[in-house]
């Protein structure tokens, strides 16, 4: 019998008990998870302390794939930090380097304009219709450090999600077979 057969047997053997220890098991890593998420937003203060490179405008700093950790502090932000934001309208996160920075001294905001290191001209034809600057509550966060090719994990398994719903159940089969 092959390693499908034996899985097959070991499936047909789990008693509820054993079952339920495996479920609750399955819920404590993912509540772990979700507690570990919700403790990186509260300590960088940014609604998403990772995200993933998903474009090539930012080369040769940043490639796809790259994981950036951010930021969020209350100190100005300055021409020359990349930062990473939200448009009205679109869910996905843009990874940019401020170039300009316009200070409303009358109202004590700080309006920003972006661009792609490797973009040939400013964001503004990314910003939603009408709007010429970034202000403080499109910024998600500031750039504080990145691991390089580590994201296209997440990459690969949103442009492809066969492999993910693959690996999900690969997984899901592997705690429910798990003798421990």
């Known amino acids: ?4 057969g034996e899985t097959i ?8 008990r054993q079952l339920l220890s495996q479920a609750v098991s399955l819920g404590m890593i993912v509540t772990s998870a979700l507690i570990i998420w919700k403790a ?19 080369e ?20 020359g930090e990349i930062v990473v934001f939200n448009i009205d309208g679109r869910e996905i996160p843009i990874v940019h380097r401020v170039i300009k920075v316009h200070e409303r001294k009358d109202i004590g905001e700080v309006d920003v304009l972006t661009k792609g290191d490797n973009n040939y001209g400013d964001d503004r034809l990314l910003y939603a219709h009408g709007q010429m600057w970034l202000n403080r509550h499109h910024i998600m966060g500031r750039a504080v450090g990145f691991l390089p090719y580590v994201g296209w994990v997440t990459i690969i398994m949103t442009e492809k999600p066969i492999i993910k719903y693959v690996l999900i159940g690969a997984l899901g089969l592997l705690v429910i077979t798990s003798k421990d």
């Open 1 to 4: 019998m092959g390693f499908i």
């Open 9 to 16: 047997d070991s499936v047909k053997s789990i008693q509820i």
């Open 40 to 58: 990186l937003m509260c300590i960088t203060g940014s609604e998403s302390p990772v995200v993933v490179v998903l474009s090539g405008s930012m």
């Open 60 to 79: 040769p700093g940043f490639k796809r794939g790259d994981i950036l950790f951010l930021h969020m502090s209350n100190d100005p932000i300055r021409a």
